[in-house]
């Protein structure tokens, strides 16, 4: 049996500073961890001359995309061969969509390899290299609905839901081109297949060259492109204005790849509709 102790006046007076200190110790130790990255949040290396930076997206196969948690594709690819050729480490960043220029802008990219567009409004705020691909926007829907869109898309009525994915060219081009249609927003191009193919909207608009691999990882379940392009874009790698070294050094391996021949089996490999 425990034997119960009264506390003196003067034995509280020494456990009150005690207590006190261990309050502050377990304070500050909380506000150390508050203080500490986000779970989940990107590795941001600081500048380093030794290490190729690069941002990348990684929800569009087969461009840039993970695969046994590994980051894979034409881009990934690209971004291997080029870091060799600078003699740095490579370093992915992966970032949100939205969040590639501002991480280049900010110096927490080097460079955006991520099968970004080349458009009038990203020129304005950052450079881009020369394009290694042309392409566009295409379409996808369900194999049922072939005979539907028999005309390609002059049989997109008001009654018709298009899915995009939020801030890509795609979107940008069905806004300006089919306002008159519902018009469904996803976060990332799977999402926007499981859609279709459940019915909840009748054709899905994004990059040719997803829209080709989506197509094939599905041909099971009943989706089908309709192969002409609806666009005419080019693909290219974003650095900032100011790192005009970088932006010569890629332009010099894109222009060695090309003369060396390595260019489009690169392509190929990952893209074989390329002519």
């Known amino acids: 049996m425990r034997r119960k102790t009264m506390m003196t006046e003067d034995s509280g007076r020494k456990k009150g500073p005690s207590l006190l200190i261990g309050f502050l110790s377990l304070f500050l130790l909380l506000g150390c961890v508050a203080s500490g990255p986000e779970k989940g949040s990107p590795q941001i290396k600081a500048p380093n001359e030794n290490i190729l930076r690069v941002g990348v997206s990684t929800n569009a196969p087969p461009l840039v995309f993970k695969q046994a948690q590994k980051v894979v594709g034409l881009e990934a690819e690209f ?150 392009l609806l666009t005419e874009e080019y693909l290219a790698w974003g650095v900032r204005k100011t790192d005009e070294a970088l932006l010569q050094s890629a332009n010099d391996f894109l222009q060695k790849l090309q003369a060396e021949g390595r260019l489009k089996p690169m392509l190929k490999r990952w893209i074989p509709f390329v002519n």
């Not at 005979?147 to 008001?158: A, E, H, P, Q, W």
């Not at 089919?178 to 608009?205: Q, R, T, W, Y």
């Open 79 to 228: 971004a291997e061969a080029l870091a060799e050729y600078l003699g740095k480490s490579l370093h992915f960043v992966e970032l949100d969509w939205e969040d590639q220029i501002p991480a280049l802008l900010e110096n927490r990219t080097d460079i955006i390899m991520s099968g970004m567009t080349v458009t009038a409004l990203r020129k304005v705020r950052i450079a881009f290299c020369n394009s290694y691909f042309r392409s566009g926007q295409m379409a996808l829907i369900r194999s049922e609905d072939a005979g539907r869109f028999i005309t390609g898309f002059y049989s997109v009525t008001k009654s018709s839901a298009i899915g995009i994915v939020k801030n890509t060219t795609g979107e940008f081009f069905v806004r300006e081109h089919f306002g008159f249609v519902k018009i469904v927003e996803f976060n990332a191009s799977k999402k926007a297949v499981e859609a279709l193919i459940k019915a909840e909207i009748d054709m899905f608009i994004h990059d040719a060259p997803i829209i080709l691999y989506l197509s094939s990882e599905n041909e099971t379940k009943g989706v089908t492109p309709l192969f002409s």
